[in-house]
């Protein structure tokens, strides 16, 4: 799909991956914009600045795991933009911890990182089955491919995130509803400030700007393929898990071993001193290679 002339929502749209997608969707010349966020304050300032450059934008307080909310960005943005072409369901939340994260803490990952995508996909679903054409973006992570070393609850739901892209993509496919999964691994978002998180994820590859994670987007998109991978070496980590997943196990616990951190505590917390310095290369390389 060209985002040109299409009306989109965003959820967790005030800052990282979320912002950036409005700002390239906006700058492609999208004909409407509803953004989404638990932070209020700051996705309706992004919603001012994107009208005034000329991008018809809402900007609305919303949390996405209650499903009244996300049938209300539905019905706001059919009210006052139009009918909605494409549903970025992009807000997430990690734990940064391992078993002994609380049961809250993991419900708090479902109910955002999974429930959310459901509603959304139950609110925006019938209008465009009835147009019989629309788009879903779901945010998942290159953790729900692989894994989040460090965060279980995580790379469980975000598992989840793709499993259920994925049945989406197959029920909805032949009735002009086009999915897409999207799956980064590092991004310098707020999500990644922790220290002991940007070590894990820096050992893994570069970490991109959320703006090019959003022109992976509008690639992906434009080409229509069901997974988008801004970091094209997750393909190759994912063939290599799926041709032997025990040897890409130890290769994954060979490389983490490098990083001398506990993943069995708090990633959060690991108390990895600051300026550490992580020599990345060879870290990659002992996951690949195992790979062949
Ligand atoms: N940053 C990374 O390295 C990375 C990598 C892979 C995937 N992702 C995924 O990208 C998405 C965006 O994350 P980001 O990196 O931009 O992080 P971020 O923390 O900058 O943005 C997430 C946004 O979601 C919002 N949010 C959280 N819970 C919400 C709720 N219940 N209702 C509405 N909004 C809510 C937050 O307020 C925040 O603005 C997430 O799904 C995340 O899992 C991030």
Redesign the pocket.
Known sequence: MQISGSIVIV??A?????TALARRFAAEGARGLLL????GGRVEDLAQELDREGCHTVGVA????RESDVRALVATAEKHIGPVDLFCS?????SGAGIEAPDAVWQACWD?NVMAHVYAARAVLPGMLKRGRGYLLN?A??AGLLQMPGDAAYTATKHATVGFAEWLAVTYGDRGIKVSALC????R????EDHGVRTV?SAFGELLA?EQVADAVVQGLAEERFLILPHPEVAEHERGRASDRDRWLSGVRRAVSHLDLRLDQPLVQSGVPAGAQVDVQPVIESVIQPLG
């Not at 978002?189 to 990644?192: D, G, L, P």
């Open positions: 959820t967790g005030a800052g990282g991956i979320g989404a966020d638990l932070d919303s949390d996405v795991t992009n807000a997430g939340i990690g955002v945010t992570s290159a980064p691994q590092g991004v978002t707020a999500m990644t994820l959320p």
